[in-house]
């Protein structure tokens, strides 16, 4: 199996732009995971869906901030509009019992 | 906020010395976890103890839980430079939604 894959590695945006985070879970994996990873906050579970439903954002930090999972095979976290308080590394992870996370690579954004 | 707290925030030791790291959680528990992340990358998964028990062995890896202290120790033995990463627990929280919640992380450096 590839692992959780994550795209893009890198994303530089200006602030005010919209920005979108891909994740493409493992296979069979019913629970998926965004974190975010700051040296300030450490690392922050935004939501996380089962079987594509989100179960609990309440770590979503602002309305900007939106995530979907149209269907078991791929998720998007967006920030519209971006700012640059929001540049950290963006995580996404799966697992097959909301214990054991699988972590993809994550995407390092960075917001002038 | 973090559910978990490491220590010590930093740790360096010589190549085949062990290395002790402290995690201290704040709410009761169904399980708990030990990741690493290496600089740049994702977090890996190395260990997961369940509240009913007080030791569990993986290779160089001992993890004991005291969940009376609400704390946990990964023990590491007979380090590699290899080893040298980040270092975090991850807890559930007993009750309501299950979410794994990580610490702030010990980052752990290797000397050869």
């Known amino acids: 199996d590839a692992g959780v894959i994550q795209s893009p590695r890198h994303e530089v945006t200006e602030m005010g732009q919209e920005v979108t985070l891909r994740c493409k879970p493992i296979s069979g994996h019913d629970y998926l995971f965004w974190y975010r990873q700051t040296m300030m906050r450490g690392l922050e579970l935004l939501i996380y869906?089962?079987?594509?439903?989100?179960?609990?954002d309440s770590g979503m930090p602002e309305d900007r901030f939106s995530a979907k999972m149209p269907n078991a095979s791929f998720s998007t976290l967006k920030i519209q509009p971006s700012e640059p308080r929001d540049s950290a590394v963006y995580f996404c992870a799966s697992s097959p019992d909301n214990e054991k996370l699988f972590f993809g690579s994550g995407t390092q954004l960075s917001v002038l | 906020s973090q559910q978990g707290e490491e220590d010590p925030q930093a740790l360096s030791i010589q190549e085949g010395e062990n290395a002790t790291m402290n995690c201290s959680y704040k709410?009761?528990?169904?399980?708990l976890q030990w990741y690493r992340q290496n600089s740049g990358r994702g977090l890996v998964h190395l260990i997961l103890?369940?509240?009913?028990?007080r030791e569990k062995h993986s290779g160089r890896l001992r993890v004991t839980l005291d969940t009376s202290k609400k704390s946990s120790s990964l023990l590491i033995t007979a380090s590699r430079a290899a080893d040298t990463a980040s270092y975090f627990c991850?807890?559930?929280?007993?009750?309501?939604?299950?979410?794994?919640?990580f610490g702030t992380g010990t980052k752990l450096q290797v000397i050869p």
């Open positions: 709410t009761s528990i169904n399980n």
């Open positions: 103890i369940r509240s009913n028990e």
């Open positions: 869906f089962n079987n594509n439903v989100p179960i609990d």
């Open positions: 991850a807890t559930d929280l007993s009750g309501g939604y299950q979410k794994v919640t």
